[in-house]
């Protein structure tokens, strides 16, 4: 079992910079796959970036590539995402997850969420 809890969310203006963090819980965290994901209003939740269990491996949505960085602390079972360059459509729920499969942008493929933090970019 993996318990996860995201924090960092705020309001930015466009251009700004945020990070997110995530807390995860759990004596096995170093061997989960971990991802972004995040969800706009009247929109389906949507891949944003995963990590490898050694962190040896990124993968990024499109839209969020050359300006979100993920990263992960296994010895402080952290996970992290690196925000600078916001735009108005980044604004969103912004979700944790974690999978103890492949990496995958597939929300169906993570067992176990956050319950999310806002951000919101304003023009």
């Known amino acids: 079992q993996v318990q996860l809890v995201e924090s960092g969310g705020g309001l930015v203006q466009a251009g700004g910079s945020l990070r997110l963090s995530c807390a995860a819980s759990?004596?096995?965290?170093?061997?989960?796959?971990m991802g972004w994901f995040r969800q706009a209003p009247g929109k389906e939740r949507e891949f944003v970036a995963a990590?490898?269990?050694?962190?040896?491996?990124?993968n990024y949505a499109d839209s969020v590539k050359g300006r979100f960085t993920i990263s992960r602390d296994n010895a402080r079972n952290m996970v992290y995402l690196q925000m600078n360059s916001l735009k108005r459509e980044d604004t969103a729920v912004y979700y944790c997850?974690?999978?103890?499969?492949?990496?995958?942008?597939?929300?169906?493929?993570?067992?176990?969420w956050g319950q999310g933090t806002q951000v919101t970019v304003s023009s």
């Open positions: 759990g004596r096995t965290f170093s061997s989960y796959v």
């Open positions: 997850a974690a999978t103890d499969g492949w990496s995958s942008p597939s929300t169906r493929e993570y067992d176990y």
């Open positions: 990590i490898t269990w050694s962190g040896g491996s990124t």
